[in-house]
């Protein structure tokens, strides 16, 4: 009887034990389930943190201007797009440095006359307009951050006048498109090569380049496609060493030939605010 009893009460005190023991395991996993999902809930709020910062930087970089490069592929040819962000156009006659940050991009702009010193056209740079030689078919007018395309016919003079009084800059250069249609070429007819054009596509100063070969027929055309109304020609060939600075503020080259890239004249750039 006595041995029952015994044996009764131990397996009650190993019933207790177990429950406790149990009990014990439990609230050991509900602590550890909440120390994890603390850990996670932190891991998440460091991440987020992250991204706010990364999207601080990025709205930072957007504010100080950059050039959005991107492909456009109209079958052919296909086009390299080089679109002003956060900045302004303009021209100089002085070479822009890379180490200089305010400039975005740099393009040859007007021809060069053989004597490799003189620029094809008459021409405005802040305000002061500098004799050229001859009369190309186009113009480029940028007052302040707006900047117009048009052919030689149409308000030359006043744009002329208003960039002297305004302190801004004008250059001429061969017409591709107006007013949303082709204009002839014959300079380039019927030859493939490398071309290049400035105009306000998307309703932002951009430049476009084909991607390969090509007439300038074709180039015109694709232009048409993507919807510019008014193009003006890039001096190319030799010429046409270039170089824009990305969203991360680094300078990337582009272009092809740059044989006679000491001797450009003068240059289209973007510029920041």
């Known amino acids: 009887m006595k041995l029952r009893l015994l044996i009764t009460i131990l397996s009650?005190?190993?019933?207790?034990?177990?429950?406790?023991?149990s009990g014990s395991s439990k609230k050991e996993a509900e602590r550890?389930?909440?120390?994890?999902?603390?850990r996670i809930a932190e891991k998440i709020r460091l991440q987020d943190s992250i991204r706010y910062q990364d999207s601080?930087?990025?709205?930072?970089?957007?504010?100080?201007?950059?050039?959005?490069?991107?492909?456009?592929?109209?079958?052919?040819?296909k086009l390299n797009i080089y679109q002003l962000i956060n900045g302004k156009p303009g021209y100089t006659v002085i070479r822009p440095q890379k180490e200089n940050q305010k400039y975005l991009l740099a393009i040859a702009a007007s021809f060069t006359a053989k004597d490799l010193k003189t620029v094809i056209g008459n021409h405005i740079v802040d305000g002061v307009k500098i004799q050229g030689t001859g009369n190309p078919s186009g113009y480029c007018a940028i007052i302040g951050k707006k900047m117009v395309i048009k052919s030689s016919k149409d308000s030359l003079q006043y744009y002329t006048n208003k960039a002297i009084s305004k302190k801004g800059d004008l250059f001429r250069q061969i017409l591709l498109i107006r007013n949303g249609k082709a204009v002839p070429c014959d300079p380039f007819r019927g030859r493939a090569l490398i071309l290049r054009a400035i105009t306000l596509y998307q309703n932002k100063p951009t430049v476009i380049e084909t991607e390969g070969n090509a007439t300038i027929e074709d180039f015109v055309n694709a232009m048409l496609k993507i919807g510019v109304t008014n193009a003006i020609y890039c001096d190319m060939g030799s010429w046409s060493y270039a170089w824009y600075r990305n969203i991360d503020g680094i300078a990337k080259d582009f272009g092809t030939n740059f044989m006679n890239t000491d001797h450009q004249t003068n240059w289209f750039v973007f510029e920041k605010l």
């Open 32 to 38: 550890q389930a909440q120390a994890e999902k603390a």
């Open 56 to 77: 601080i930087k990025l709205e930072l970089k957007k504010d100080s201007g950059y050039v959005n490069a991107f492909k456009v592929d109209t079958i052919f040819p």
């Open 12 to 21: 009650i005190l190993l019933l207790m034990i177990n429950i406790a023991c």
